[in-house]
Structure formats: C-alpha cells, structure tokens
C-alpha cells in the first residue's frame, strides 16, 4: 500500500493549495482518511481527517477555511485550503487507517509528506 501526495507549493497569505493524496495497491477497505502537518521545531498535527462516510473532522485553527473530502473510488483523499495564513506553513503528510487484502487488519499508512509554504 502507498499513498502518493500531490499539489503542495509556495503560495502567498490569503491564497489557495489544493492537496491530492491516492492510496495504490490491494486495498479491501479505507476507514479514514486525513492530514496532518508539521511545522520546523514543533509536533505532527492533526489538520482534518474524514471518515468513509464523509464525517469530517477539523483542528479549531482551519475551521472555516479548510475542507476536506474523499472520492472512495478512486481512493483519494482531498484537502482544499483557503485564506492560507503563514502559520500553515509545514509538511503536509497524507494518513490513511485502511484494510489491505493482504493481511485483513487495520493498518495505519502514512504519505511521504508535501510542503506548503505560505510567504509574501
């Protein structure tokens, strides 16, 4: 299983990045799909993850901005970001709680992580 992650960039305050991130090999299930970040000198964060269903769930500092969703078919989850603030600036890494055929068992997978800087 890999998940491959697209669409980071640099982009001024108040601009917009769309992140991609698709899940590839034998997948049975996806549970959940998020993003977390991670700034220089500080902890990996929970930005938003979402459920299969499309329950969304979001840190207090991107609500109203952010939003995420995911298309179950093609196993990709999407994470749009509006009104960026430099403060967002980090590593975006792509999770995913899945099932592979292979094994049967919940696992948890991680991207390998694409930058958005935002900077004037």
């Known amino acids: 299983v890999q998940l491959v992650e697209s669409g980071g960039g640099l982009v001024q305050p108040g601009g917009s990045l769309r992140l991609s991130c698709a899940a590839s090999?034998?997948?049975?299930?996806?549970?959940?799909m998020g993003w977390y970040r991670q700034a220089p000198g500080k902890q990996r964060e929970l930005v938003a993850s979402?459920?299969?269903?499309?329950?969304?769930n979001y840190v207090d500092s991107v609500k109203g901005r952010f939003a995420i969703s995911i298309d179950n078919g093609k196993i990709t989850v999407y994470l749009q970001m509006n009104s960026l603030k430099p403060e967002d600036t980090a590593v975006y890494y792509c999770?995913?709680?899945?099932?592979?055929?292979?094994?049967?068992?919940?696992?948890?997978?991680w991207g390998q992580g694409t930058q958005v800087t935002v900077s004037s």
């Open positions: 979402v459920t299969r269903g499309g329950i969304a």
């Open positions: 090999g034998s997948i049975f299930r996806v549970n959940t």
């Open positions: 999770n995913a709680g899945l099932i592979p055929t292979m094994t049967m068992q919940v696992g948890n997978y």
